[in-house]
């Protein structure tokens, strides 16, 4: 059984808030517009223009990766609160909406001035794979005083992304946010989002597993990056008991979940009909895991949770449910 | 064989300029809110934002009847330019896109001043149906000096949809683009649009139908509001004559079209693995329909691909394709 305490927020996460742009490309554009498929790039406001200019009709859904993970936590009926800066306007309104609509609390009031709500333009492939190219806008005006400290103070978890250590602000944001929620007993869970996000930080990520982390989100890539020297076996050997639990994503392979014990968990895959759109598979994982964790699951049952999250998520377009997890629950 | 010209353009079509916000919900909700499912409802702004509140986690999809007609004709291959008000906001910009991206020709400025950029909330229901509750907005600023001669000189067919009666410029816009046609040899298309649509408007509607329209598409429930005395045989017997073609769309049962020549052809509907949301599957059937028209198929042909577009696009949120329309071409 894992552990949960009786604050009243399960999980509480600080996260960009960012509205995804999502179109099928073929690879022949990915190549051209010279981006690395499967990651996540960094854009300024023109490039972002000049690519929409070129992306084919899109989709807006809201994303933003520990909010999708909130959102999924939410929909299983958990919960959950969040902190992020969106800019007054249409796309905030939305990202929003489609928070406080599946029952996340968001008070963090917008930014007036400055840049627009932050924009994903998401290219994904015929394979599903989805490729990423971020505005990050107003996330950009979260500062630590924005870290509403009763929230952290009431969570059973403090959730917090890799990809706020892109920023100064939000790095610091987020660190206070850690602090906070180890001097209030909450148990502090980190996602390494990606793989240039590794690279960029990769020191600071590697004393944080050492020395604050308790959960730790990782997928096979990522992991090789935090360290390019070893194989996956060898990886796993480094990463095993450097944190109460570390739950590595293995794409259609599943995940393997290490923990503090020594023991080493596989959990399958739940295989799907047809993957449309990966984005939001790992963030889902992460809801279901944390699920489990904070109603007294087991740690194969909160991987599995974990998977049906996961395959969930990658049938249709858009990193947030459509319809309610908590079929997922019965099952 | 049908006919076509040698204008540039296919068709030209004039519509309201629409972000759709899709979101599943059940049917109680529907009934909560006093909405008839199935079908479109007006409402002002601070329905608009009440109802937004009370929806789950949404979509952004851009719409409008016309303007999907043209994104599918476009997506199959034809030449298409579009006449619609959007305003000038971040929504404005995602409808702009979206039609620019697929291809569509879309000139008409933003409005300036006056109301944001229209909204329909759309619920879609566990049986895929969808009930619309449109807000507007900037498609109220569309005037007859908006309605581009040049553009509909060159257009082999102008299309427009019923939802333009629903306001008195729009209305006027509408007959004016529908006077050109004429005075220029192009073909006119109308769609009837919905029950509620053709009640407000039925006089005006039969004596188009009478004297204007060449193509007119409508579904079952539609010319059961026109001839509400009448049982479906005997509405089609009043219908047929009146246009060059008339097709009607009988949902899952397919269509059936009525020709000058008084023959009735049968169309089945294309089979899909599950339906999720039928947004948009008329003004698909009529993309369809018409780039077979404008290419030279056959009336059966012509409604083979109508069905067929109007399959793909109930497969997924939203009534834009999600690939391109081209692979329907190949089958």
Not at 172 to 184: C, D, I, R, S, Y
């Amino acid at each position: 059984m894992t552990q949960a305490s009786n604050k009243p927020y399960h999980v509480v996460a600080i996260g960009n808030a960012i509205v995804d742009v999502l179109s099928f490309s073929d690879d022949a554009f990915i190549v051209g517009e010279n981006m690395k498929k499967g990651t996540m790039c960094l854009i300024d406001e023109d490039r972002a223009e000049a690519l929409y200019n070129k992306m084919g009709p899109s989709t807006e859904v809201s994303g933003g990766s520990a909010a999708n993970t909130l959102a999924g936590l939410s929909s299983l009926g958990a919960r959950t609160a969040f902190i992020g800066k969106v800019f007054k306007d249409q796309l905030g309104k939305i990202f929003r909406h489609d928070l406080q609509a599946v029952g996340v609390e968001f008070s963090t009031p917008p930014a007036e001035t400055g840049r627009s709500t932050a924009r994903c333009l998401i290219l994904v492939t015929p394979d599903g794979q989805r490729t990423m190219n971020t505005f990050i806008g107003a996330c950009n005006e979260l500062y630590e005083n924005d870290i509403d400290a009763g929230l952290i103070a009431n969570a059973q978890i403090v959730y917090g992304e890799g990809y706020m250590w892109d920023m100064d602000c939000t790095k610091q944001a987020m660190k206070t946010a850690f602090k906070l929620a180890k001097e209030n007993g909450a148990k502090v869970a980190f996602t390494l989002s990606d793989v240039f996000c590794v690279q960029r930080s990769r020191e600071e990520f590697l004393s944080m597993i050492e020395h604050d982390v308790d959960i730790l989100f990782c997928n096979e890539a990522e992991v090789r990056a935090l360290y390019p020297e070893d194989d996956f076996p060898a990886i796993l050997d480094k990463l095993q008991g450097k944190c109460e639990i570390v739950a590595v994503t293995t794409g259609d392979r599943g995940s393997v979940i290490l923990t503090k014990d020594g023991r080493r968990t596989h959990v399958d895959a739940v295989p799907v009909h047809e993957v449309i759109d990966t984005t939001g598979a790992g963030d889902l994982y992460a809801a279901g895991f944390l699920y489990g964790y904070t109603h007294g699951m087991n740690i194969r049952e909160c991987g599995r949770l974990g998977s049906a999250c996961a395959s969930d998520i990658i049938t249709h377009l858009g990193a947030r449910a459509q319809r309610p997890l908590t079929r997922l629950l019965v099952a």
